[in-house]
């Protein structure tokens, strides 16, 4: 009853338009306000707005605040727990209770976000796309915490494999998907784009990360995300690999670990482009 109810509202909000196309749908998984504000930052992003999921209506900006404060006492709360663990701190008051805090602080993220789970992001995927029969999203951009095909954020996790389930469910809202973006570390190894790229035989271009990626508010990566927008429409309308090189290294030079699928063809790492 209440994701029936978030839902509802959902559909009394005006933010999506009917008849639209060439949208940008940011799934954001770890409560990237920074990330998503910076592909809105130039003109281009703005006459192709981005839709968020999970929305702010189904987990509003004071929800995300609460989870981020969770999230901030589970990352003190662990390097804790790893402490007493090798020291002498084991007897401790502080190390007693340092497993019922990580419970509780994980309850407390938790009911920040009414225990957000994919389905729960499916079925608001269900009715954007059910209240704009015309959408059609080129870009898909996916912000979180990586590692062996798991993704995991502050609002919730998932795997890959439930990520490309869902986006497969609405082919014609994706039929011109051109572009993913994954903004997560190990994203754009050759392991990683071998994995993912079957799924979307016609998406021009991948973008992810060859190895550790930069935190989501870190100014290298509000820059490189800037950039990259600037750069989308170079990008996608290059005819051949050399013509993609330059663009390339002007990414890279924002050092950020950049890699590049174009056309299924070749991939651009920071040590030169290979066949893919």
């Known amino acids: 009853m209440l994701i029936y109810l978030s839902l509802l509202f959902l559909l009394c909000v005006a933010s999506i338009s009917g008849a639209v196309s060439a949208r940008t749908l940011f799934i954001d998984l770890n409560n990237a306000g920074s990330e998503i504000k910076a592909f809105n930052a130039n003109a281009l992003s703005k006459a192709r707005p981005i839709i968020v999921l999970p929305s702010y209506e189904r987990i509003d900006p004071k929800q995300r605040k609460a989870a981020r404060v969770a999230n901030a006492s589970l990352d003190v709360l662990t390097v804790l727990a790893q402490d007493c663990a090798v020291s002498g701190l084991a007897k401790s ?48 951009v996916v912000s979180g915490h990586h590692e062996f095909k798991h993704y ?14 869902m986006v497969k469910q609405f082919g014609p809202a994706f039929s011109r998907l051109n572009m993913i973006v994954l903004l997560g570390c190990g994203t754009g190894s050759r392991i990683a784009f071998t994995e993912l790229a079957p799924w979307f035989p016609n998406v021009t271009l991948m973008v992810g990360a060859q190895d ?6 870190e100014a290298r990566n509000l820059l490189f995300i800037r950039k990259l927008n600037a750069s989308r429409a170079r990008l996608l309308n290059t005819q051949t690999s050399a013509q993609i090189e330059p663009i390339f290294r ?21 040590t030169g482009a290979e066949p893919f």
């Open 152 to 165: 995991r954020g502050e609002l919730l996790q998932a795997t890959q494999q439930q990520i490309v389930n």
């Open 212 to 217: 550790q990626a930069p935190t989501r508010d």
């Open 93 to 140: 008051e502080q190390c007693r209770n340092v497993y019922v805090n990580i419970r509780n602080a994980e309850l407390d993220r938790i009911a920040a976000t009414g225990d957000y789970s994919i389905d729960d992001l499916t079925l608001e995927l269900i009715y954007v796309v059910k209240t704009n029969p015309d959408i059609r999203f080129d870009t898909l």
């Open 250 to 270: 002007s990414l890279l030079a924002e050092n950020w670990p950049v890699s590049l699928l174009w056309r299924h063809q070749v991939l651009f790492f920071n």
